[in-house]
């Protein structure tokens, strides 16, 4: 029987080259996605790990949710904090922020949507980095929209992003839960989530320690699709069919 973790990685790697596939924008979609994501690794290991988390799971959602564009989940996912990448240490150091501080973190939102509407990425991935703090019940950031007013990229996201800093074990404020304490933290706050994100979440991961799974995902995907070269062949394919 296949290991699960190998089986995820083929349907991701499946789609990934059929997104690439399909034409040059989405190539640069995925090369622009991957040298953000790698600038942010370089400026903060800690949230460059976060936001691959958070591609995996808001992938693995995706491919219940909304499979024909599941590949730009992941690549939200990547970049959903790029905002972050200015922000001086005092601010990412991990600590829990409060006052000024903690109005300032919401900036990054902000920030994110500017640079990767100015890159012209795709609208999930876009709006995967604008909702991914708004709330179902309005009480999120930045603009406070809640219910139908946030799209299924922004509930997904929500979801994966507060389920992976729950359980992360690097924050410095708080130690990171366990998988069956996450669920319920989710549980005890399900009106800030979308019901149907949030039941596809827990038919998903109820029996599964989610956190080792995508701890290994996470460590095999670096190895497996984080390779440039691979994109510059289609790319040159394209640029000489367009040529014509």
């Known amino acids: 029987?296949?290991?699960?973790?190998?089986?995820?990685?083929?349907?991701?790697?499946?789609?990934?080259?059929?997104?690439?596939?399909?034409?040059?924008?989405?190539?640069?979609?995925?090369?622009?996605?991957?040298?953000?994501?790698?600038?942010?690794?370089?400026?903060?290991?800690?949230?460059?790990?976060?936001?691959?988390?958070?591609?995996?799971?808001?992938?693995?959602?995706?491919?219940?949710?909304?499979?024909?564009?599941?590949?730009?989940?992941?690549?939200?996912?990547?970049?959903?904090d790029i905002g972050k990448i200015a922000f001086p240490d005092a601010i990412l150091n991990g600590e829990k922020l409060e006052g000024k501080k903690r109005e300032k973190i919401k900036e990054h939102v902000v920030n994110a949507e500017s640079i990767l509407s100015d890159l012209q990425m795709s609208k999930i991935i876009i709006n995967i980095a604008k909702y991914h703090h708004e709330r179902q019940n309005g009480t999120g950031y930045p603009k406070g929209v809640q219910g139908d007013f946030i799209p299924i990229e922004g509930k997904i996201a929500a979801v994966a992003d507060v389920y992976t800093a729950i359980t992360e074990q690097d924050r410095g404020y708080q130690a990171g839960r366990s998988h069956h304490e996450a669920f319920q933290i989710l549980m005890d706050s399900k009106e800030q989530f979308d019901p149907l994100v949030l039941q596809q979440f827990f038919n998903m991961f109820h029996d599964v320690n989610s956190i080792k799974y995508v701890n290994e995902m996470s460590k095999r995907m670096l190895e497996t699709i984080f390779s440039f070269e691979k994109y510059l062949d289609p790319l040159a394919l394209h640029s000489r069919v367009s040529s014509r």
């Open 1 to 80: 029987m296949k290991n699960p973790v190998n089986q995820a990685i083929d349907l991701i790697t499946h789609h990934y080259h059929h997104y690439i596939s399909a034409g040059k924008k989405n190539v640069l979609h995925v090369f622009a996605s991957q040298c953000l994501y790698e600038t942010l690794r370089l400026r903060d290991v800690r949230i460059s790990n976060h936001s691959l988390k958070v591609g995996i799971y808001a992938y693995l959602l995706a491919t219940k949710m909304d499979s024909n564009h599941a590949i730009e989940y992941f690549l939200g996912g990547l970049v959903h």
